[in-house]
């Protein structure tokens, strides 16, 4: 889908066709879901989340001016609703999702592709949202530091920074939980 | 393993994403094959870059696209913090407050409520203090009527926020 023929969706949604802004929820659905899934680190919550995101940018979209791509400005809402979700539920107890770590046989750097995904998202859930969100978005590798920074409300050179820091202290995180595995056999 | 220290940790990172020019890639890869924890630490970084890599998209469920036209009438989708109702009574209590507080200015309540703060009778360790410090006029009447005043402020808020937007948005919807 072209910018162009993006921007003639949402001229068709702001004249009143509902029914057209299905094809940007489709295009759009899966980058939403990882962003508000890496903040809530549970399904449930990250799909109402994304969902509600949807339904906030269809009645603010007249506010979107059009500077910035449509999806920066939509995973920017995503962003906050999920932030917004996380302090709601701030005392709820952890999802089973973050919190258990199962056992396996490997443990420095041979782990096979699966267990490595596991504890990387163990890994990934002790860094803060912001990180967390942030170096998603950039191995994404569909985003350019300043839409990264646009979309977590942070300057560009601040992403920078904060994305090198979080992938230091990913591998410091994963380095740890690996050698309590360790221990643990 | 020995500790690398964060400016190899850079490096690694720069290298992992190719911004290290020739030279400079040749020199670290020297370096790699010299120290043993320098290439350890490379390879977690380059398993997490690998593992990461690309990899981390995710897809909600198959209804979702429904679920979100479904409910796109449906707005606010959070629940407001501050229902109109609770909006009208929040800004009875102030008017009431105000109300009440303006009747007992009027008929002179605070009006004997005058008194100096001297602030020599506070007991303050003498060297810092070699002058007599002033005294502060204290009028009860004053800080009434400012409070009078910041309430008359609160409830143009309360009135704005939790009445009056709700209820123009609400008439919005109904107009769709």
């Known amino acids: ?185 | 393993m020995e500790k690398i220290p964060q400016s190899l940790d850079d490096k690694i990172l720069r290298y992992l994403d190719g911004e290290l020019n020739t030279a400079e890639g040749l020199a670290f890869e020297e370096e790699l094959n010299q120290n043993d924890s320098l290439k350890k630490r490379l390879d977690q970084l380059q398993d997490i870059h690998l593992t990461m890599r690309g990899k981390m998209i995710e897809h909600p469920s198959k209804n979702f696209t429904q679920a979100v036209m479904r409910k796109l009438d449906q707005y606010p989708v959070q629940a407001r913090s501050f229902s109109i109702r609770n909006g009208i009574l929040l800004l009875s209590g102030v008017l009431v407050a105000v109300g009440i507080a303006s009747i007992l200015v009027s008929a002179g309540v605070f009006d004997n409520l005058n008194t100096t703060i001297d602030l020599n009778q506070v007991e303050l360790p003498k060297k810092y203090f070699e002058r007599s410090l002033p005294s502060i006029p204290f009028s009860g009447k004053v800080i009434v009527n400012i409070i009078i005043i910041l309430n008359l402020g609160l409830a143009w808020l309360v009135l704005d926020r939790a009445i009056l937007k709700p209820l123009f948005q609400r008439r919005l919807q109904g107009d769709h």
Do not use: P
């Open chain 1, 1 to 185: 889908m072209t910018k162009e023929s993006e921007y003639c969706i949402i001229d068709k949604v702001l004249a009143g066709e509902q029914a057209v802004y299905a094809e940007l929820v489709n295009k759009y659905k899966s980058y939403a879901f990882t962003i508000a899934h890496k903040i809530l680190q549970n399904r449930q919550e990250a799909e109402e989340a994304a969902q509600d995101a949807f339904i906030k940018a269809y009645h603010h979209l007249s506010g979107f001016n059009r500077d910035s791509k449509f999806s920066t400005w939509l995973y920017r809402i995503v962003f906050n609703t999920a932030i917004t979700y996380k302090r709601k539920n701030k005392y709820q107890f952890d999802s089973i999702e973050t919190t258990v770590i199962e056992y396996s046989q490997d443990t420095d750097g041979m782990l096979d592709r699966m267990d490595q995904k596991k504890y990387l998202n163990n890994a990934l859930a002790k860094l803060n949202e912001t990180d967390r969100t942030a170096l998603t978005l950039f191995y994404l590798e569909e985003f350019s530091l300043e839409e990264i920074a646009g979309i977590t409300g942070m300057r560009a050179n601040t992403a920078k920074v904060r994305i090198h820091r979080a992938r230091i202290r990913l591998a410091d995180e994963l380095k740890i939980i690996l050698k309590q595995e360790a221990l643990t056999l």
